[in-house]
């Protein structure tokens, strides 16, 4: 799978990471080549062979919903860059 | 006694010399710490907590004089840096944590602590434990402690728990935590002369690891002995109702299993292993690793694992699509980096941008686009499909035998810059272990012998699930046929 430029600079703005134009060509072309790599897969049939997400239990544990923490905001904004007021701040995004 | 006698002691002989009050656990503490100071030219630690240390043993002490010692009261660990602990700088070898004091403790490294055990520092790692050779840290590589002795070019310790693994065999921590998503513990294990194990998927909990492939991230010990990691297992091990996906079995006293005899065991080694390109000399270990379970009693079986060779791809496709949706999460809004943008978009773009080193960036973008519209089912339901093959192997294989040997690696410790800069050719080093991860079943590497160059070989035995004890029993013997007893070229207090 050969991904062009204007490709990769899609995914990068579905994985939100700037990229300049210099950078684009160069990682098409690493990009490919992994892409390359992977779809060996394709030579193998897999119909009707189930996905599998995980080695765990197929069935989650339940829990009560209940609250089990809390009270503890200004721990968790401790970590913040910008909060003002008890909040985490970030640029205006409604006029 | 002194500090370099202090420092050859195993983790299993430490404990017993601070039950017997031969020494206190401060003593061991300072001099593990002097040895942290002295190993920094590895820059296997990226946080030292030298005082954190010392408080911890005046502790440790207390109870030890009290009579009322913990299973690993007085132990200095080091801790892989992707483990949150609280108050203690948590990186996980990337810029976009920048300055990030966790809240919380993780599960596992609070069990450590609530085993007595003493913590030494936070270790270097591949960014967000993607790598395999400890080069792509924000905060620089780690050397091997080993080097080759004809060229003496610093080499890597393998990775991403390249730190763990190179601050206990350099004799700058009894024992270390890892995590393996590929081969993150074994390889580096079998890089730097240690023993390693990937538990069982669900035996460790993940919480509070900062996650890079749920479905196959697995915390696990390091340390110089299989004593010495099964010790440390039993710590780090247990249920965690946090952990969603942490296994509510028990925890069996894996050092007091130990020592039995593998009579009759069959060792299962598959054929698909022997891979084009693999040094001569690392199928030889394999055949005398064979000779040695032979000789202890076990049966080897041929066995095949058919899927083996789409392992790797398989494996590429789910952990990058799972690490583009985990790290989906720094956005410099919470936590970490922040760079300043004129809108909320731009200030994402621009933080991810400057936060994440080359190869993350590489990963995630890859993991966007296989997850995205289109191409879901193409690569990662087709992915996923393959991992069901994957793990159906083992399960048939496991029908047959008690446990599967193969190498660790296909190579021993590389200098850097000596692959060429293709990130194929550098995934190629996890293609012993990632079966492993894809089927939950746990792994170990020991360390078996040295490579013509004079730099350590691993070899690995894979388990059912939940045999852990098989694993590390059969691990002890080939421990004991192969005496192990080299040192690396650089050990803290000079070696003795």
């Known amino acids: 799978m050969a991904l062009d430029k204007a490709t990769v600079a899609h995914?990068?703005?579905?994985?939100r990471i700037k990229l300049s134009d210099a950078e684009l060509e160069p990682l098409a072309i690493e990009l490919s080549h992994i892409l390359d790599w992977v779809e060996q897969l394709n030579e193998f049939d897999t119909t009707g062979v189930p996905p599998m997400a995980s080695a765990a239990?197929?069935?989650?544990?339940?829990?009560?919903d209940a609250m089990t923490d809390g009270g503890c905001r200004d721990t968790i904004i401790g970590n913040a860059p910008r909060a003002a007021r008890g909040f985490f701040t970030v640029p205006k995004v409604v006029e | 006694m002194s500090d370099p006698a202090l420092l050859a002691l195993d983790l299993a002989e430490a404990r017993d010399g601070l039950t017997r009050r031969l020494f206190s656990a401060r003593e061991l503490a300072a001099a593990y710490n002097d040895a942290v100071a002295e190993a920094e030219p590895l820059n296997a630690y990226i946080t030292p907590t030298p005082e954190r240390a010392l408080a911890m043993a005046d502790a440790s002490d207390g109870r030890l004089a009290r009579g009322e010692a913990l299973p690993l009261d007085g132990i200095p660990v080091a801790v892989k840096d992707l483990y949150c602990t609280k108050g203690v700088l948590t990186t996980a070898g990337s810029h976009i944590l920048h300055g990030f004091c966790p809240p919380y403790e993780s599960t596992v490294t609070e069990k450590l602590w609530q085993s007595g055990a003493v913590m030494l520092g936070k270790t270097n790692l591949d960014e967000f434990a993607m790598g395999s050779s400890n080069t792509t840290s924000w905060y620089g590589p780690v050397e091997n402690p080993w080097r080759r002795p004809a060229d003496n070019r610093p080499l890597v310790p393998g990775g991403s728990s390249g730190g763990s693994a190179a601050a206990v065999a350099a004799r700058a921590a009894l024992a270390a935590t890892g995590t393996d998503t590929g081969g993150s513990i074994r390889q580096p294990a079998s890089?730097?002369?240690?023993?390693g194990l990937k538990p069982t998927y669900g035996r460790c909990s993940r919480w509070g690891v900062?996650?890079?492939?749920s479905s196959l991230d697995h915390p696990g010990p390091m340390g110089r002995t299989v004593r010495d990691v099964a010790i440390t297992l039993g710590a780090m091990a247990g249920h965690d109702p946090r952990d969603s996906t942490s296994a509510p079995v028990p925890v069996p006293n894996f050092e007091a299993m130990l020592g039995d005899n593998i009579e009759g065991l069959r060792i299962g080694i598959p054929r698909e292993y022997c891979v084009a390109?693999?040094?001569s000399e690392i199928e030889a270990l394999w055949q005398q690793g064979v000779e040695w379970l032979r000789s202890a009693g076990a049966e080897p079986v041929e066995i095949s694992l058919p899927m083996t060779k789409?392992?790797?791809?398989?494996?590429?496709?789910?952990?990058?699509?799972e690490a583009s949706s985990n790290l989906a999460r720094y956005d410099g809004v919470r936590f970490g980096l922040r760079v300043e943008g004129d809108s909320l978009a731009e200030m994402y773009e621009l933080t991810r941008a400057a936060g994440f080193g080359a190869e993350v960036r590489r990963r995630v973008l890859i993991g966007t686009y296989v997850l995205s519209a289109g191409y879901y089912d193409a690569y990662y339901l087709k992915a996923q499909r393959v991992r069901t093959l994957i793990a159906r192997d083992f399960a048939s294989a496991f029908e047959r035998v008690d446990c599967i040997l193969t190498p660790t690696a296909p190579s021993a410790a590389f200098a850097i810059g000596e692959k060429s800069?293709?990130?194929i050719e550098m995934y190629l080093n996890d293609v012993f272990t990632v079966p492993a991860n894809l089927a939950g079943v746990p792994a170990a590497s020991v360390?078996?012998?040295l490579s013509g160059d004079g730099l350590p070989l691993g070899l690995q035995i894979i388990g059912r699930a939940f045999d852990e004890a098989t694993v590390l029993r059969v691990a002890e013997i080939l421990e004991r046929a192969a005496s192990f007893r080299h040192l690396p070229g650089f050990v803290a207090g000079g070696g003795s």
Do not use: H
């Open chain 1, 11 to 15: 995914i990068a703005s579905l994985a």
């Open chain 2, 310 to 321: 789409y392992a790797l791809p398989a494996y590429y496709i789910i952990a990058l699509a």
């Open chain 2, 277 to 279: 390109g693999m040094p």
């Open chain 2, 191 to 195: 890089f730097c002369g240690i023993v």
């Open chain 1, 57 to 64: 239990a197929a069935s989650l544990p339940m829990r009560d």
């Open chain 2, 210 to 213: 900062v996650a890079y492939a």
């Open chain 2, 421 to 423: 800069g293709d990130p």
């Open chain 2, 447 to 449: 360390p078996a012998g």
